[in-house]
């Protein structure tokens, strides 16, 4: 098995779940198979607990584990499935370790960060890579070098040099190096105090991928070998592009792949692949995104809208529907508490050409969601509704369809007249939060002849899933008669997992987050439903106006 490991210094956010990811996919293009892992430093078992503002989105894998943001882009990037044991945190290596006293498995030990929680994260390491049965296992540890919480993992990959070898593991460094706004000047120095931190613990980076504005010139990479002790040809530069899946392609471009290859005696490819079918097919991927001849405005409705990365694998989801068929997704963020004090939303859905109403927990801005779907379903503007997003619309529905007076989910209002929405009988006897939803892959089977059937061309889909609440099945019958399309229910206990408006252009809402497995060559089908419909929308719109 091959390591690489990859830290970050100076900062956090710069951009390190994209250069585990890029590495990962310059040795596919090589025919290496590969996977990844995210070591987080927080004390929290996993990301579930978190709010969105702290720490982006909750990517959910398909055995339901709950994880760090980072996890999606591996799995897009890779087009791979990671399960839960793919992220490890404080929390999860601590609880392990403490589980093992308890049981007596260290008895008559002191049990100590080293060599006990040193020791779980290397057998979680090992598990991961045997599990994952690949030529490279690509690991990133999050935080910041020099931050307390750290620690341990970064002692763990120092073993794991001396424990698997020189020729079998590759320390990969991303620090920031800024340009001074004043002067134009490229500053290496908080690059190089961060090597400094990093030896400081006993680890010497083997190569920097320089997190900058633009590509370092030649002066500051011959400074940066000399003052780091990395050779100039193992220092690269991840600088500011249009879409992050142009990283992959500058760092080939660089000389990376090769690098690596060498620097990990990777002789034999695993996988039987043509290295310039595969770069080109991601070439002309970046391309399309990036020279998309139309354009449609979409409206993303939510309550965490001041942080787009609480809803990232739903606007990469964009990204890739859009690549398919060369149209760019233009985002506009509509903070849905602001919905329930507007007055008139034609001003705020103007130019608007689809709508999604995105997912959450909690009362908080749920009113405007029900205003903005009623605005989507009387005017005829194409809508996509997930998870929260599809409650919500049976909600709309029961109130301004049916004539249910009052209707809500129990989740926002527990004392509703009319309970459209309500807690999945197994959830009641639930105290614990961590965990404890419905979560990851279940199947759903799907109506013939209905637009979702139509999309995914199968009747039976695996999709994943993250909620405690479910479409009341009392109000089924009176949904249905008033006009309402269920069309999609899980293959286990019937539940609504989809529904839709025959007479609309495009009204669809999924119980499960079709996001989650949306990849760039291969895009999420409800997501391409939507803007397709959108386009349409759009030059309709257009031929009126010539009309006029």
Known sequence: ??????????????????????????????????????????????????????????????????????????????????????????????????????????????????????????????????????????????????????????????????????????????????????????????????VQELRRIGIQPDVIVARAEKPLDQASKDKLALFTSVPERAIFTSYDVQSIYSVPIILEEQGMGEYLQKRLGLLNASVETNYNDEFDRWKKLVD????????????????????????????????????????????????????????????????????????????????????????????????????????????????NVVGLQGANSTENDPNTPHPVVDLLPEQASIEKKGGTMRLGGYKVVLTKGSRIHSLYSSEVIQERHRHRYEVNPKYIARLVESGLSITGLSLEGGRVEVIELRNHPYFLATQFHPEFKSRPLRPSPPYLGLLKAAVAHTEGIVEKVKER
Not at 114 to 120: A, D, Q, R, Y
Not at 366 to 384: Q, W
Request: contains cysteine; hydrophobic residues 40%.
């Open 288 to 399: 399309n995104i990036l020279d998309a001849k139309k354009s449609v405005n979409i409206g993303m409705v939510g309550k965490y809208t001041t942080l787009p990365d609480a809803y990232l694998s739903i606007t990469e989801a964009l990204v890739h529907a859009g690549a398919n068929i060369g149209v760019k997704p233009k985002l506009v963020w509509i903070q849905s508490e602001r919905l329930e004090r507007e007055e008139e939303l034609d001003d705020v859905f103007a130019g608007v050409d689809g709508i999604v109403v995105l997912p959450g927990f909690g009362k908080r801005g749920t009113e405007g969601k029900i205003r903005a779907i009623n605005y989507a379903r009387t005017r005829g503007v194409p809508f996509l509704g997930v998870c929260f997003g599809m409650q919500l619309a049976v909600v709309e529905f029961a109130r």
């Open 1 to 194: 098995m091959k390591y690489v490991f990859v830290t970050g210094g100076v900062l956090s956010s710069v951009g390190k779940g994209i250069i585990t990811s890029s590495i990962g996919r310059i040795l596919q293009f090589r025919g290496f198979s590969v996977s990844a892992v995210k070591m987080d430093p927080y004390v929290n078992v996993d990301a579930g607990t978190m709010n969105p503002y702290q720490h982006g989105e909750v990517f959910v894998t398909e055995d339901g584990g709950e994880t760090d943001l980072d996890l999606g882009h591996y799995e897009r990037f890779l087009n791979i499935e990671l399960s839960r044991s793919a992220n490890i945190t404080t929390g999860l290596v601590y609880r392990e370790v403490i589980e093992k006293e308890r049981r007596g498995d260290y008895l008559g030990q002191t049990v100590q960060i080293i060599p006990h929680v040193v020791e779980e994260i290397k057998r979680l390491l090992r598990l991961n890579a045997s599990m994952s049965k690949c030529d490279v296992l690509i690991v990133e540890t999050g935080g910041t070098v020099g931050d307390i919480e750290s620690l341990p993992f970064l002692e763990a990959i120092r073993q794991l040099r001396i424990e698997e070898g020189y020729d079998n593991t590759v320390f990969v460094h991303v620090p920031l190096v800024p340009t001074l706004k004043a002067t134009g000047e490229t500053k290496t120095k908080p690059a190089q105090h961060s």
